[in-house]
């Protein structure tokens, strides 16, 4: 009787374990290894003019993790509400921010006392917010040469050891340009190259990877694939390359995913910079319906 029992036991713990069944190559019952993550820019128009019922919609979309951004460091606010008050907001919607985009490119050629106050105004903001990473979002047109992004290179060395020494981490962030040929390298490579590898962690966008590089997303991870914590991913329009909503574009996420080295990716953020469809907020949905029916499963 009792070696009986304990089959019948052993049996029916099974049966309710969570072990996963494997189809295709894919696991079903279990869940997704990440947050479905949203960049924040996508829906700036609704955000300026109504943030709470903005982030309620998002949330009822399924996204769970944000990327932020307009950061006004000398008021301590972020979309008109000071920090703690938009971290109890977010939590009123199960939402939580992983990181920033920062306006550092603002102070590029500032002094680096006024660059580094902002930096340490960012770090304030961001530990309010219990946020990983302050990710460097963009330089201005005029710096984009050799001496440019060398410079740049000597500005996220410095400002990646102030934010490490108090336990967050920062971020670089790319677009198209940054794949412009000088003279047989490009901007891109000075970056990776000038940078201390412990001190700036990579947000690969796939878009600009997709419509401005000549390496692909996997080889370009592949070289240095624990920088690489973050991705955007968007998809691109099919006539006009620009932005465009996901599963509408280009690029093929279903075969691009799987093959991506994830042994750095701790976050990712879906996004579409403008060209919606419709509009902002339907263009989240529709996104967010695509990205859940056939891409999380590669996430």
Known sequence: MQRRNFIKQSTLAMAGSTIPLSVSGFSLGTKPQYKMGLQLFTIRDVMEKDPIGSLKKVQDLGYQDLEIYGYNGE???YYGYKTADFKKILEDHNLTTSSGHYGLMNFFDKSESDLMRYVDQCIEGATTLKQDFITWPWLDPKFRNAEGYKKLTGLLNKIGERINKVGLRFAYHNHG???????????????????????????????????????????????????????????????TRD???????????????????????????LEQGGNFAKNSIQSITDSATYFKDNLQRFL
Request: proline share 4%.
């Open 75 to 77: 008021e301590d606010t």
């Open 177 to 239: 340009f940054e794949f412009d040929d000088l003279g047989g390298t490009n901007g891109y490579e000075i970056v990776l190259q000038g940078t201390d590898p412990s001190l700036v962690k990579l947000q690969i966008d796939l878009y600009w990877v997709k419509h401005s590089a000549k390496r692909t997303p996997m080889e370009i991870i592949a070289k240095q694939p624990e920088r690489y914590v973050m991705w955007h991913i968007k998809d691109m329009d099919k006539v």
């Open 243 to 269: 932005y465009s909503e996901l599963g509408n574009g280009s690029i093929d996420y279903i075969d691009m995913l799987p093959k991506l080295d994830k042994s750095g990716l701790q976050f990712y953020y």
